[in-house]
């Protein structure tokens, strides 16, 4: 399948059967409008509700599977054709436009003809009929900040509509961490080097006439508080205040006032409970969770079969859950702190090792075996100890996994995967031992609360609990696939299966190739 297309769009009507049409062939598309010529040219921002109105209404059309563009630079200057970021393969046009075409495919070096949808003339897209009424005031200065985190369709429109009215200069301000640690699974926010780069790539494509200036924020106002040329503003229904509170700061540095441009928010369309009600970066980091976060690194040192799975969380993230949950839909689960109870038991390697360090004022009296009630005050209260103890019991319950693991291969039936539940499975380096890492997150407010319910303890006495914790986004930056229980059990469940089915998906898809 070709992986970039251009769209001539001359009659807006019938751009969604344009677009079922087209979604076979490509996976990105830029959309070139094919407005009416009129003199003098309208000012680019007439067109800003149609625009915005395109992006909304696409992915009733195609969802959210194809990257659509609406170049804008064609808008200010009338039969331009703008320098597109990534080469473009097929050309399609929904009328009989020849010459547009001809002149599009030699200005962008397309070599295949153009795929005419409808071999009937066309007229050109006329300016909408409310244009007259709209703010149609272009600036030489605008600014605009947000998050930006994996562009969507509300960024589209929320950045066009900036590109729109700006003439020389656009300002885009882009949170940092100290901005987004409140927000929802904020451990899954691209890094801002990241956000800034593909924000540059996506104002570049749409009209590179413009100069850009993309700066991170550690504040919701960035440089609104000291640029004395900035003119206009753009700003969302829900941060409608932050732009007058810009004013204010303004007012008292003796910088003029920004004009300032609200656009509506685009309503999201599922309503389940658990996504937001507006189009928004947090959905799209919801819908990430049980999918394939990022690839695996490839284990030629690890068998083919069973599959192993290494499942890991912080306390009271739910990962035991999890992991019943994942047994129930077919993966055969070794519990490592189970293991690490056999390892204790007198006769283990593990046992007499612990011992000869500790002394045997650490068992019980009795049955001889290690008691831990005796031995975690002692560990927990010296961190070296703790540290000598993890070294002792490690590698012993690593050891006695992979026996349980060799006895799973030389049985009659192998299972395909395998999970391995670890909580302390990236501390002790034990990833390299798995396929891929799969990992349970929660708010760290969320864990608190959990771990006071469940074990009866004080808040602080929680806290201390969570500080010797993996935090979450070191816990994210080594996983592939990402759960969180924040929501209901459905949603969780949801979450399992949807991991499950793409893994078993890809487990058997690898095993008919290899059969090839």
Same mark, same amino acid.
């Given at each position: 399948m070709a992986s970039t297309g251009l769209l001539v769009v001359s009659n807006i009507k019938q751009l969604g059967k344009s677009l079922r049409s087209i979604e076979k062939y490509v996976n990105s598309l830029y959309i070139h409008l094919n407005v009416a010529e009129t003199t003098p040219t309208p000012p680019p921002p007439v067109w800003g509700r149609l625009i915005s109105q395109l992006y909304a209404d696409s992915g009733s059309y195609v969802g959210n599977q194809m990257d659509l563009r609406v170049l804008v630079a064609p808008l200010k200057?009338?039969?331009?054709?703008?320098?597109?970021?990534?080469? =473009?393969?097929?050309?399609?046009?929904?009328?009989?436009? $020849?010459?547009?075409?001809?002149?599009?495919?030699?200005?962008?070096?397309?070599?295949?003809?153009?795929?005419?949808?409808?071999?009937?003339?066309?007229?050109?897209?006329?300016?909408?009929?409310?244009?007259?009424?709209?703010?149609?005031?272009?600036?030489?200065?605008?600014?605009?900040?947000?998050?930006?985190?994996?562009?969507?369709?509300?960024?589209?429109?929320?950045?066009?509509?900036? =590109?729109?009215?700006?003439?020389?200069?656009?300002?885009?301000?882009?949170?940092?961490?100290?901005?987004?640690?409140?927000?929802?699974?904020?451990?899954?926010?691209? $890094?801002?080097?990241?956000?800034?780069?593909?924000?540059?790539?996506?104002?570049?494509?749409?009209?590179?006439?413009?100069?850009?200036?993309?700066? $991170?924020?550690?504040?919701?106002?960035? $440089?609104?508080?000291?640029?004395?040329?900035?003119?206009m503003i753009v700003v969302s229904e829900e941060t409608l205040y932050g732009g007058q509170k810009v004013n204010t700061i303004r007012a008292t540095r003796a910088l003029c006032q920004l004009d300032i441009f609200c656009i509506d928010i685009v309503e999201s369309k599922v309503n389940d409970g658990i996504h937001e009600s507006k189009v928004s970066s947090s959905n799209t980091r919801i819908d990430l969770l049980g999918t394939r976060w990022q690839q695996p690194e490839l284990r030629p040192n690890l068998p083919k079969r069973p599959y192993i799975i290494g499942l890991t969380g912080g306390i009271a993230s739910g990962k035991s859950k999890m992991a019943e949950r994942l047994g129930k839909l077919g993966a055969h689960v070794i519990d490592c702190d189970k293991v690490a109870h056999d390892v204790y038991e007198p006769g283990q390697p593990c046992y007499q090792k612990i011992v000869q360090h500790f002394g045997s004022d650490i068992l019980a009296s009795g049955n001889g075996r290690i008691d831990r009630t005796k031995l975690g005050p002692r560990v927990f209260a010296n961190p070296k100890e703790l540290q000598l103890l993890n070294s002792i019991v490690w590698p012993e319950i690593m050891v006695e996994v992979n026996k349980r693991l060799a006895n799973l291969r030389a049985s009659e039936q192998v299972p395909q995967v395998v999970v391995l539940e670890a909580a302390v499975l990236l501390k002790a380096g034990w990833e390299s031992n798995c396929h891929e890492v799969w990992s349970m997150i929660v708010r760290p407010e969320e864990a608190v609360k959990r771990v006071m319910e469940r074990n009866s303890l004080s808040e602080t006495e929680a806290r201390n609990r969570l500080a010797n914790q993996v935090a979450n986004a070191d816990i994210v930056a080594k996983s592939q696939v990402i759960f969180s229980s924040q929501w209901d059990y459905d949603f969780t469940q949801s979450q399992a299966e949807r991991a499950w089915q793409l893994l078993l998906k890809e487990l058997n898809d690898g095993k008919q190739q290899s059969s090839l």
């Amino acid at each position: 399948m070709a992986s970039t297309g251009l769209l001539v769009v001359s009659n807006i009507k019938q751009l969604g059967k344009s677009l079922r049409s087209i979604e076979k062939y490509v996976n990105s598309l830029y959309i070139h409008l094919n407005v009416a010529e009129t003199t003098p040219t309208p000012p680019p921002p007439v067109w800003g509700r149609l625009i915005s109105q395109l992006y909304a209404d696409s992915g009733s059309y195609v969802g959210n599977q194809m990257d659509l563009r609406v170049l804008v630079a064609p808008l200010k200057q009338q039969h331009s054709v703008t320098q597109l970021r990534k080469p =473009v393969d097929l050309l399609f046009s929904d009328a009989h436009q $020849p010459e547009l075409c001809d002149r599009l495919r030699t200005a962008l070096n397309i070599s295949k003809p153009t795929i005419f949808l409808e071999e009937e003339d066309s007229t050109t897209v006329q300016l909408p009929s409310n244009s007259e009424s709209a703010n149609l005031k272009v600036y030489a200065n605008v600014v605009l900040g947000g998050t930006f985190d994996r562009i969507h369709i509300g960024h589209k429109i929320f950045l066009t509509q900036a =590109v729109l009215r700006a003439r020389k200069r656009l300002v885009v301000g882009v949170t940092t961490l100290a901005m987004n640690k409140h927000k929802v699974l904020s451990e899954l926010i691209l $890094p801002v080097e990241e956000r800034i780069a593909q924000l540059r790539e996506f104002l570049l494509d749409i009209d590179n006439t413009l100069q850009y200036e993309i700066v $991170p924020i550690d504040d919701p106002f960035g $440089p609104t508080q000291t640029d004395p040329n900035l003119d206009m503003i753009v700003v969302s229904e829900e941060t409608l205040y932050g732009g007058q509170k810009v004013n204010t700061i303004r007012a008292t540095r003796a910088l003029c006032q920004l004009d300032i441009f609200c656009i509506d928010i685009v309503e999201s369309k599922v309503n389940d409970g658990i996504h937001e009600s507006k189009v928004s970066s947090s959905n799209t980091r919801i819908d990430l969770l049980g999918t394939r976060w990022q690839q695996p690194e490839l284990r030629p040192n690890l068998p083919k079969r069973p599959y192993i799975i290494g499942l890991t969380g912080g306390i009271a993230s739910g990962k035991s859950k999890m992991a019943e949950r994942l047994g129930k839909l077919g993966a055969h689960v070794i519990d490592c702190d189970k293991v690490a109870h056999d390892v204790y038991e007198p006769g283990q390697p593990c046992y007499q090792k612990i011992v000869q360090h500790f002394g045997s004022d650490i068992l019980a009296s009795g049955n001889g075996r290690i008691d831990r009630t005796k031995l975690g005050p002692r560990v927990f209260a010296n961190p070296k100890e703790l540290q000598l103890l993890n070294s002792i019991v490690w590698p012993e319950i690593m050891v006695e996994v992979n026996k349980r693991l060799a006895n799973l291969r030389a049985s009659e039936q192998v299972p395909q995967v395998v999970v391995l539940e670890a909580a302390v499975l990236l501390k002790a380096g034990w990833e390299s031992n798995c396929h891929e890492v799969w990992s349970m997150i929660v708010r760290p407010e969320e864990a608190v609360k959990r771990v006071m319910e469940r074990n009866s303890l004080s808040e602080t006495e929680a806290r201390n609990r969570l500080a010797n914790q993996v935090a979450n986004a070191d816990i994210v930056a080594k996983s592939q696939v990402i759960f969180s229980s924040q929501w209901d059990y459905d949603f969780t469940q949801s979450q399992a299966e949807r991991a499950w089915q793409l893994l078993l998906k890809e487990l058997n898809d690898g095993k008919q190739q290899s059969s090839l």
